[in-house]
């Protein structure tokens, strides 16, 4: 259909008529200059794609009429420029698409028609170990090791790179996801199909939220909603709120962006942002760079917002000619956005647009910091932090405790490591990464790491063997300006190797402990102590061994390393005594923000970006050398253990079944607040006596080539038997960690999977009671997929994360939230009850539904509702109409 709007468009310049651009500021609507700039990129996309169909007049209108519409939860359209994946994600949204071709083959369709209309990115990032560390060769080890146990996945991956049209590939080996995306991926301002418009990005990955430090709208989605923008679905959403963040000041000396981000999460979680934009404005911004930006952004899903935006200004530009981009296009970027009006001067308050809420931050009141010791939000200043973990040790379990009696606070164990005695205790760290897009996309606090390094060797000071140190960098930008300027050496004699291009221990890859470690730490029931530069510390995430995980900047990595232990107040204490005798303090070798930005403005240029990037693509041998089958259909080998056909599409029909109602339900799990989607379905090391590990077992494997269960994505035998498989689980039915429930009909105690499957066995349904903040943390699509396979069919909750919630939806399970003010405790349910939910024929968004709870207690619960079906041109797609206006109320969907 044609676009009503289609008067508006014009050249950008004179001298290239043929490259146009939708001119909003033609329609001389007041309100458009009050909008904030991330709404402006929306309203744009409404414009550019309004075709009466998927995207409405009404719709635009709806965006022009934010500052009244964005009280009333309206839904909107939002077509995003591109798509962005991961390679945990990827799979299975690759295994999504090739099972989805097989079905549409069966139902008499064209198999083709299965294919990305929107562009797609996929960085496979994910898979790399840290198995070897401290070892001169460890890089090429692990790259080793990653492809022997991956080969399998990336020859399928290669082979849907190339039956798939639109979708790129980027191979091992090449960097982070997220900072490739900054670096590399991000255009800034489309130039396609004869139209500039906005960059603008969803991605499979929370962390999608760091390209907003670039300007460049996006966030994290579920796969399933990935996979219907893949298919030209736009995404349905209601108009957020808009909470302006004004900065202001200068940072003090001492301190690191890392420092910065962490102060601004704890605040905005305080503030409560969940389900809003954050924009930020005011003279602050300037003083950031759009690495430090990008940081910010990144830990936008730790304090619950959907984007963090910050407008495109002059460092913005500044930092696109940095990193290599063409100078001519990024003239064009400027001149578009200065034409639209989406370019920004943080120092004039004239450009300040109208927000919800505006709170404020000066960063001359951020002080060095870290987080943890369980969640990225629980900040704690680095002057507090010896006595914050002591007291942890002895609170009730929980976010900040770990319940171990007064009397076991010293307790020590000693143990033999490489010929030498050692001895740890409770917060003696094990485990120092460098790690993560989070901090190793900025150079200030990478080359602050070195340098701080430098000056601890030169020190005398040194970190103790069993330590497992590692520097996993983003791109190989990261390893090049930190060679050039001449502070490898020094991070390699601390043991900080470079051991790998991608997330590694931030995503819980962080390989072995030395076993005589591991037996220290059992022996004595040890809280043993994982720091690292990433941006999510989640229990069981990092290691199993480590219970206590914190994040810090770099620098503050290496100091923790060094130290040996968090329980160390660093103004009063030494790092550590060198060979002389002499104490050395962290104040005697910490550099100050002028050091770092002289090293960062001689080293960090662009002819470093553009030497490594213009081979991205065909750098790595073992890649290249992969064969992949040319046809476009896949073959699905029944002895893979990795790819597997998925059995979502498996009684597909062209008509939509009847919803039904849940008749007698069990409860499988009563669980607690802050349930992660790590708990639900983990990512790392699958445990040798797990019923995943019984079933690769069963098919011939050794513990060896279990790999973790994120490599294991596209096998769904594997996942539902790691769904609920995290060991930090905490299950009220059993009163102590660990993957188990009560199987009521026979009242044994199994492992959650077991029981769930003598549940659907028996063809009795099942639901989950949980309380807030229900799947928060990753958007892991196999933590609503794999419920569904066990037989979960609802979840009742008080709250939810946006993604997980949107992802259960998609995958048919109901995500039902109590009433305000109404939790399991209020009502008096233990779980052990049996439930039926009644469903009625008509279903409509935020409707009440009744639950009968052993036909003697009814509830009332909020709920909407959400279907997968044939779409008319045979692709298959999601109906999202209803899903986001779903995210905004915690009214839930189906």
Same mark, same amino acid.
């Given at each position: ?31 458009? *200059? ?16 309004? +075709? ?72 496979? +990032?994910? !898979? ?185 200004? *002059? ?22 956005? =200065? ?22 931050? +000066? ?114 930008? @990261? ?12 991070? !390699? ?86 060979? *002389? ?39 790595? *041998? ?33 008509? !939509? ?88 009909? !026979? ?20 639901? @989950? ?55 399991? =405790? ?69």
């Amino acid at each position: 259909m044609s676009n009503p709007f289609m008067q508006i468009v014009e050249p950008l310049d004179s001298n290239q008529p043929e490259k146009k651009f939708f001119n909003v500021s033609k329609l001389k609507d007041e309100r458009y *200059e009050r909008l904030p700039f991330s709404i402006k990129v929306l309203l744009e996309s409404a414009i550019r794609n309004c +075709d009466e169909f998927l995207v409405k007049k009404e719709d635009v209108e709806n965006i022009f009429n934010w500052q009244v519409m964005q009280h009333k939860n309206v839904e909107v359209p939002f077509k995003p420029a591109r798509v962005i994946l991961q390679d945990f994600t990827g799979v299975p949204a690759v295994v999504d698409f090739a099972a989805m071709r097989d079905a549409v083959k069966k139902l008499g369709g064209d198999p083709e028609k299965i294919n990305p209309i929107c562009p797609a990115d996929l960085v496979i +990032d994910h !898979s790399i170990q840290v198995d070897f560390n401290r070892r001169t060769d460890s890089l090429q080890k692990n790259q080793d090791l990653e492809f022997e146990r991956n080969k399998e996945r990336f020859e399928f991956l290669k082979w849907g790179s190339q039956a798939f049209h639109n979708m790129r590939i980027i191979p091992p080996g090449s960097g982070i996801i997220h900072q490739v995306n900054l670096e590399y991926l991000a255009r800034v301002v489309f130039d396609q199909n004869g139209y500039y418009y906005p960059d603008s990005v969803v991605g499979t990955d929370s962390h999608t939220t760091m390209i907003d430090g670039l300007g460049v709208l996006g966030w994290g989605v579920g796969g399933i909603e990935a996979e219907a923008v893949m298919l030209g679905q736009p995404i349905s959403m209601v108009l957020p709120e808009v909470i302006g963040y004004k900065l202001k000041g200068n940072p003090q000396p001492l301190v690191t962006s890392t420092d910065i981000v962490l102060t601004v999460t704890k605040h905005l979680r305080q503030v409560g942002v969940v389900g809003k934009f954050v924009e930020f404005f005011g003279p602050g911004v300037a003083q950031l760079s759009i690495a430090d930006r990008a940081t910010i952004a990144n830990m936008c899903p730790e304090y619950g917002a959907t984007a963090a935006f910050f407008p495109v200004d *002059e460092v913005s530009i500044r930092y696109l000619i940095q990193t290599g981009r063409d100078e001519e296009k990024v003239k064009h970027i400027k001149k578009y956005l =200065e034409a639209v009006g989406m370019f920004r001067d943080f120092n004039r308050s004239s450009q300040d647009p109208d927000f919800t809420q505006v709170v404020e931050l +000066d960063l001359h009141t951020v002080v060095p910091c870290c987080s943890g010791p369980k969640r990225p939000q629980d900040k704690v200043s680095v002057s507090d932090m010896k006595t914050d973990f002591e007291t942890c040790l002895g609170a009730k379990q929980g976010f900040k405790g770990f319940q171990i009696a007064p009397k076991h606070h010293s307790d020590r164990v000693k143990f033999v490591y490489e010929g030498s005695d050692f001895e740890i205790t409770h917060g003696s760290v094990v485990i120092a990464a460098i790690t993560s897009c989070t901090n190793t996309s900025n150079p200030s606090v990478m080359l602050g790491a070195g340098l701080l390094a430098k000056k601890a060797v030169n020190a005398g000071l040194t970190v103790k063997p069993y330590i497992k140190t590692s520097l996993s960098p983003g791109s190989g930008v @990261v390893t090049y300006y930190l060679r050039e300027s001449g502070v490898m050496p020094y991070l !390699s004699q601390l043991g900080f190797e470079v051991v790998g291009y991608g997330c590694m221990t931030c995503i819980g890859n962080s390989g072995p402990l030395p076993e005589p470690v591991v037996e220290a730490i059992t022996q004595g029931d040890l809280v043993a102590v994982g720091v690292l530069s990433g941006n999510r510390n989640f229990e069981g995430r990092v290691h199993p061994n480590t219970r206590a995980n914190y994040l810090a900047s770099p620098p503050l990595v290496i100091a923790y390393a060094i130290a040996g232990t968090i329980r160390i107040d660093f103004e009063k204490e030494p790092l550590g005594v060198n060979a *002389e005798g002499k104490m050395i303090f962290l104040r005697d070798i910490w550099p100050t923000r002028d050091e770092i930005q002289a090293v960062e403005r001689q080293y960090v240029i662009p002819g470093m970006f553009k030497e490594v990037y213009k081979k991205i693509e065909t750098v790595n *041998e073992s890649w290249n050398a992969l064969e992949a089958p040319s046809d476009k259909l896949y073959t699905w080998n029944p002895k893979s253990t990795y790819i597997k056909s998925p059995p979502f599409f498996e009684n597909l029909t062209l008509e !939509s079944p009847p919803p039904k109602c849940i008749v007698d339900a069990y409860v499988l799990l009563n669980l607690g607040d802050s349930v992660t989607t790590d708990h639900i379905s983990p990512a790392g090391n699958i445990a040798r006596n797990s019923p995943a590990a019984r079933y690769l077992t069963s098919r011939g494997l050794t513990p060896r080539d279990f790999n973790s269960y994120g490599s294991r994505r596209g096998n769904d035998d594997v996942m539902a038997r790691g769904t609920f498989a995290n060991i930090r689980l905490l299950n009220k039915f059993i009163n102590k960690q660990g993957p188990q429930t009560i199987h009521f009909p !026979s009242g044994e105690t199994l492992d959650v999977f077991d029981a769930a499957e003598r549940y659907m066995q028996a063809g009795q349904p099942l639901i @989950v009671l949980t309380g807030k903040e229900y799947g928060s943390g990753s958007s892991r699509d196999w933590a609503a997929k794999g419920p569904f396979l066990l037989g979960i069919k609802a979840i009742i909750a008080e709250s939810y994360e946006r993604i997980h919630r949107s992802n259960l939806v998609g995958m048919g399970v109901i995500p039902l939230q109590y009433l305000p003010g109404e939790n399991a =405790e209020t009502l008096g349910l233990t779980g052990r009850e049996r439930y039926t939910i009644i469903i009625p024929e008509e279903l409509k968004p935020r409707m009440n539904v009744q639950i009968q709870v052993n036909e003697m207690l009814c509830i009332r619960f909020s709920k909407a509702f959400n279907k997968l079906e044939v779409l008319h041109n045979g692709i298959f797609g999601l109906v999202t109409g209803m899903v986001v206006s779903i995210c905004s109320y915690g009214a839930l969907a189906w």
